[in-house]
């Protein structure tokens, strides 16, 4: 997946600039995924990079995936098929919404076929048949998206304490948890609702993906504004008063709020670095 035109690789690195923050004695660095390609939102580039490879070696001409209405993924997906000439399909909770929002008329203008389930399909997706097209899980869970993600860690060229990330299925947490060195930790921020199950999820990931677990990482429950792709009015004066990016208020503005809350509180030393993952 290296040879798309316009990859920006490695994502920048840039110093958060803000008295909110310097006041407490941290320095927090942006790392901007979702600078690396317009088409690729967020993480999304890097948990479809292994899996892409898989399906070409399988000689799968189809990719077949799943998502919300909200889903980045199934927008990156249906990029990617365009990209690497793979039909596409992807398998949507619930029903269709007319007009349809940007990601899911993205991903029609791109070619993808969009197929409608309803909830109670979709929590049973995992019997549905697809032949022999290559099936990348929902937000791209599985071990190729982890390993991919992963690789993010060694382009960091600064040494930092804590490295904090959005957690929507965890592989993004997963990843970077097993590139860290010794002295290092990842610090997650759920984005769902009651998502004690991540802890679970993260170490299957891990275990999936690198045949073990590790145990350097920890996830913050209680910043989703209600839930998935839910949002309240403190989030929206939060992401207004984010000078240094666009927050995305379904993952990075929710992280970030968690993140300032948190240096707030008196959670990091003085002398602290952290870096957030702007996927
Ligand atoms: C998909 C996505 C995430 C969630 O990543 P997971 O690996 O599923 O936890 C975070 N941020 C953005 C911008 C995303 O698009």
């Keep these: 997946m290296e040879n798309v035109a316009g990859l920006r690789l490695p994502s920048p690195l840039v110093e958060l600039e803000d008295e909110r923050v310097a006041r407490h004695g941290v320095r927090v660095w942006l790392k901007r995924d979702d600078l690396i390609h317009p088409e690729f939102p967020g993480n999304k580039w890097r948990k479809l990079k292994y899996n892409v ?24 997906v249906a990029a990617a098929g365009r990209h690497f000439g793979f039909e596409t399909v992807g398998i949507i909770r619930g029903e269709k919404h007319e007009p349809l929002n940007d990601s899911l008329a993205y991903a029609e203008r791109t070619g993808m076929r969009l197929e409608y389930v309803d ?36 382009e960091i060229g600064v040494d930092f304490d804590v ?27 759920a984005v ?9 999820d993260v170490k299957a990931l891990q275990k999936a993906a690198f045949g073990e677990t590790t145990g350097n990482w920890s996830i913050e429950l209680d910043f989703h504004f209600g839930g998935y792709a839910k949002r309240k009015p403190e989030l929206d004066e939060f992401i207004a008063s984010f000078e240094q990016a666009a927050l995305d208020w379904v993952y990075e503005a929710k992280m970030m709020y968690g993140l300032y809350a948190l240096i707030e509180s008196g959670r990091f030393e003085r002398g602290t670095t952290l870096v957030a993952l702007i996927a």
């Design 192 to 200: 769902l609702k009651g998502a004690g199950f991540l802890n679970d």
């Design 163 to 189: 490295l904090c990330c959005a957690c929507g299925t965890g592989s993004t947490l997963a990843g970077v948890a097993k590139g860290l060195a010794a002295h290092q930790r990842a610090l997650g921020f």
């Design 53 to 76: 490879a898989a399906a070409r070696e399988q000689g799968a001409s189809t990719l077949v995936t799943f998502g919300g209405a909200y889903s980045n993924h199934i927008r990156a």
């Design 119 to 154: 909830r109670e399909t979709y929590r049973e997706k995992h019997r549905l048949e697809f032949g022999d097209a290559y099936v990348i899980p929902e937000g791209g869970a599985n071990a190729h998206g982890v390993r991919g993600c992963r690789e993010l860690v060694g």
